[in-house]
């Protein structure tokens, strides 16, 4: 079998993306569980979407399930009880509307479409509490569903060439077994996850939500420039690294983290973030928040 491999992928530029899920590349419909204060005082259900939860999550008028609290809460966005199923329905779903123009995409939408048609490595890090394969899948089915045959070739032949590039490969595996090992160089991290949660207690000591989105986006990161290092040296073509996030405390403390942190163990990356929490604009603010010091 004869295939197609694209060796102009050597002089690209090396640009990686960290993508957050729910209302940036996706505006998903699960539910977060909450209670609601009557007029009566008295403490009733109700369940509201991601975004309005960004809105009400500080109000004294509501509360997390006072049988269960913040994990009742969250019960959609985890693996047990049927949770995974229910992410991969609701992503198809999701899907499907955007495809029938009945929902705008998320702002990130095209993004990662683009991210996958060039071959390009990427991480998912969103703060539900899905296994790593579940949020893959979710990633595999937004290829099968999203990307036309047309783009399916093109990236393959991206795929190609990365590997006849930097694997030294001249033979290649079937367009499942390439994808499937495409997919395992990529991140897929939900940082609620027990296990996760556990992995970066043990190594930083916090296992906070926040402190595993930070540790998240540095492993990348060190995995980036890992797999650049067998170019010959990383400095070949500059390198960014683009996070986007929809929730304004997740870009003011990973901007913070970038600044403090990340820019002086990678100085020669440039860190780029995407504020997408905006609906009036279609691809969200652009923030540089660490140039390279070399080009």
Not at 111 to 123: K, M, N, P, V
Not at 179 to 190: I, K
């Amino acid at each position: 079998m004869q295939f197609k491999a694209n060796m102009e992928v050597a002089r690209r530029d090396f640009k990686y993306y960290i993508f957050d899920w729910d209302d940036n590349i996706l505006k998903m419909p699960t539910k977060i569980h909450l209670e609601r204060k009557a007029p009566d005082g008295s403490w009733e259900p109700v369940a509201v979407s991601t975004s309005v939860f960004a809105v009400v999550r500080k109000k004294s008028g509501y509360r997390p399930p006072a049988d269960g609290g913040w994990e009742a809460a969250y019960r959609d966005f985890r693996d047990d009880a049927g949770g995974a199923e229910l992410f991969l329905r609701e992503t198809a779903a999701a899907i499907e509307k955007v495809k029938r123009g009945e929902e705008a995409p998320g702002p990130s939408f095209e993004t990662l479409r683009r991210t996958l048609r060039e071959g390009r490595i990427f991480a998912i890090v969103t703060a539900r509490g899905h296994e790593p394969e579940t949020v893959r899948r979710a990633v595999r089915l937004f290829i099968d569903t999203v990307l036309t045959d047309e783009e399916r070739a093109e990236m393959m032949m991206n795929l190609h060439g990365y590997r006849a590039w930097l694997d030294r490969r001249t033979e290649f595996g079937t367009d499942e077994e390439e994808l499937d090992y495409y997919l395992s160089m990529c991140h897929f991290n939900a940082v609620t996850n027990p296990v996760y949660r556990k992995r970066v207690a043990k190594s930083s000591g916090d296992g906070s939500a926040e402190n595993a989105k930070k540790f998240a986006i540095r492993d990348f990161v060190e995995h980036v420039t890992h797999i650049l290092q067998r170019t010959g040296g990383i400095f070949l073509h500059p390198v960014s690294v683009g996070f986007s996030d929809d929730d304004p405390r997740n870009v003011e403390a990973v901007g913070d983290f970038i600044r403090k942190e990340l820019s002086r163990s990678f100085p020669d990356v440039k860190f780029v973030m995407y504020d997408t929490g905006d609906p009036t604009l279609t691809n969200g603010r652009k923030i540089v928040v660490s140039d390279a010091a070399r080009r």
